[in-house]
């Protein structure tokens, strides 16, 4: 069965910080990986997405994410962050071998301090 | 362009009556998909239509739900005797093509069961 585990709830981070939100997947067969980000009063907006290839993928707004195999991880990343970055992230997968449901992770709320 | 747009965006019902959600896809996505967000929760699939045909309905949570699209376009949303654990924010999103295209999602109709 297919599974996404995003272990925080919330990262609070300083602006102009690197900061990380952690994203973890289990899938029977090889996955396509997906974040998406909400914004209060906004509805879901697709940041990037793994299908195949480098396994840096670099998306909206300087976000960039990892595909670690080995891992089966899929961490969200941005250099520096910014107080505009202050949302909701859902990390989200695909088992490509076969059906058409996406399994989306709980969220995490990412808190950028000025 | 247009995005994905849902109606109505709050429907408050009282436990047992019938309510239909409706959702309009971006003109010419082929792929539609139905998701329930509880508070402070992740998506949860509902159902996958690739045109009028719904592939993937393994999400659909009981006989109560249904859903069905109009060739490429309008798809409506069902749940008959509504009860308070079915209020929820509905999702619909729409893609051009299945397996590895971005959703766009709509805004949402947040359903209130009383």
């Known amino acids: 069965a297919q599974s996404v585990a995003q272990p925080e709830d919330q990262v609070n981070v300083a602006e102009g910080n690197p900061l990380t939100v952690k994203c973890t997947y289990s899938?029977?067969?090889?996955?396509?990986l997906f974040w998406y980000v909400q914004y209060p009063n906004r509805g879901l907006q697709f940041l990037l997405k793994?299908?195949?290839?480098?396994?840096l993928v670099k998306g909206s707004y300087g976000f960039e994410a990892e595909f670690n195999k080995s891992q089966t991880s899929f961490h969200l990343k941005k250099p520096s962050a910014l107080v505009s970055d202050s949302a909701l992230y859902f990390c989200?997968?695909?088992?490509?071998?076969?059906?058409?449901?996406?399994?989306f992770g709980a969220g995490t709320r990412l808190f950028v301090k000025a | 362009g247009a995005g994905v747009s849902q109606s109505p965006s709050n429907k408050v019902t009282e436990k047992g009556k019938d309510v239909e959600l409706r959702c309009d896809p971006i003109?010419?996505?082929?792929?539609l998909y139905w998701y329930r967000q509880r508070l402070g929760q992740g998506l949860e699939f509902l159902i996958y239509?690739?045109?009028?045909?719904?592939?993937?309905k393994s999400g659909l949570p009981s006989d109560r739900f249904s859903a069905e699209r109009t060739g490429e376009s309008v798809s409506t949303l069902t749940i008959q005797r509504t009860q308070q654990e079915d209020s929820a924010v509905y999702l619909c999103?729409?893609?051009?093509?299945?397996?590895?295209?971005?959703?766009?999602f709509g805004p949402g109709t947040r359903l209130t069961v009383l």
């Open positions: 999103a729409s893609s051009p093509a299945p397996v590895t295209d971005t959703q766009y």
């Open positions: 899938v029977s067969g090889n996955p396509y």
């Open positions: 793994y299908i195949t290839g480098d396994n």
């Open positions: 989200a997968v695909r088992d490509r071998t076969g059906g058409f449901k996406t399994i």
């Open positions: 003109s010419g996505h082929t792929a």
């Open positions: 239509f690739q045109g009028n045909s719904a592939p993937d």
